[in-house]
């Protein structure tokens, strides 16, 4: 069974950093395209980062500067690095990926169950 596995969220005080992670657990090929979203209570969901190919990365403008995105393809994990954090950046924080199963095959949308960062002033 492949899943999506969210950890690393939780109470930090403004100015202060923290790293979020998603590792996929079972067996898989690798990670084709990854994502970050967040929602706040009341608030739609907004994607925050993304790396579709190689070269094309994406980050929301209230996170440039601020968050990295990344990847460590030997633990099948990627991450959103979170510096000087503020108050505003407190959400749900979602993870989101296309994994490739096996080589040959066509990659599957998968999503994290999600983790609560909470940014105190």
């Known amino acids: 069974q492949v899943e999506l596995v969210e950890s690393g969220g939780g109470l930090v005080q403004a100015g202060g950093s923290l790293r979020l992670s998603c590792a996929a657990s079972?067996?898989?090929?690798?990670?084709?395209?990854m994502g970050w979203y967040r929602q706040a209570p009341g608030k739609q969901r907004e994607l925050v980062a993304s790396?579709?190919?190689?070269?094309?990365?994406y980050y929301a403008d209230s996170v440039k500067g601020r968050f990295t995105i990344s990847r460590d393809n030997a633990k099948n994990t990627f991450y959103l690095q979170m510096n000087s954090l503020k108050p505003e950046d407190t959400a749900d924080y979602y993870c989101?990926?296309?994994?490739?199963?096996?080589?040959?095959?066509?990659?599957?949308?998968?999503w994290g169950q999600g983790t609560q960062v909470t940014v105190s002033s």
């Open positions: 989101n990926a296309e994994l490739r199963i096996t080589p040959w095959g066509a990659s599957i949308d998968y």
């Open positions: 079972g067996s898989i090929f690798s990670i084709e395209t």
């Open positions: 790396v579709i190919t190689r070269g094309t990365t």
